[in-house]
């Protein structure tokens, strides 16, 4: 199985400050034959289902603020988003397609500083 | 506009049988893959079970053989058969598009299992 670990376990940022989420993939996600690394972040806001915000690695879903921002390749991947907002406290996951089972990170919670 | 809405949750006790279900609407639900993810409480996302826009099927390894994942493309439904369910299946469990990556996530419906 591939194992996604999420770094830190939680962040605590200032308004308007940039908070800057890591995820570790045990294997590469890169599909070499399209060059698409099958790489999503998930956003959960407290009793909500969770919302597609990235997906291959740096592809913003339709309708999310450009605040928030994906990187990476391989193995080594981030989410960022440039300037906190209230509205942002959430569980953040990140989620690999590239093999089946197909997991999730441990979450990053995102806290108001 | 995309709706998912499931349905089907409740108490069971250990060993008993629960049909999960899920309407889906706002878009061409046969030639989507569709999956099912849980979530325990308080913990975070697991994957379930997959189906194809084929039919063919996936499973996570703690509910192949109990699980089974089905669709009825006139009907624009997605199904979980639960069978011999365990304390460990308790979770909220979600409806999913699947297409670029997760795409669309139904609001959830909870399944507790307790004696």
């Known amino acids: 199985d591939i194992v996604m670990t999420q770094s830190p376990d939680s962040l605590a940022v200032s308004l308007g400050e940039r908070a800057t989420i890591n995820c570790k993939s045990s294997q590469s996600v890169l599909y070499n034959s399209n060059n698409k690394n099958y790489l999503a972040w998930y956003q959960q806001k407290a009793g909500q289902p969770p919302k597609l915000l990235i997906y291959w690695a740096s592809i913003r879903q339709s309708g999310v603020p450009d605040r928030f921002s994906g990187s990476g390749s391989g193995t080594d991947f981030t989410l960022t988003i440039s300037s906190l907002q209230a509205e942002d406290v959430a569980v953040y996951y990140c989620h690999q397609l590239y093999d089946l089972p197909l997991t999730f990170g441990q979450g990053t919670t995102v806290e108001i500083k | 506009e995309v709706q998912l809405v499931e349905s089907g949750g409740g108490l069971v006790q250990p060993g008993g049988s629960l049909r999960l279900s899920c309407a889906a609407s706002?878009?061409?639900?046969?030639?989507?893959?569709m999956n099912w993810v849980r979530q325990a409480p308080g913990k975070g996302l697991v994957w379930v079970a997959r189906i194809k826009s084929d039919g063919n099927t996936d499973y996570a390894d703690s509910v192949k053989g109990r699980f089974t994942i089905s669709r009825d493309n006139a009907e624009n439904t997605l199904y979980l058969q639960m069978n011999s369910l365990r304390a460990e299946d308790t979770a909220v469990y979600y409806c999913v598009t699947d297409r670029n990556s997760f795409d669309y996530w139904g609001q959830g419906t909870l399944v507790t299992v307790s004696s």
């Open positions: 706002g878009f061409t639900f046969s030639t989507y893959w």
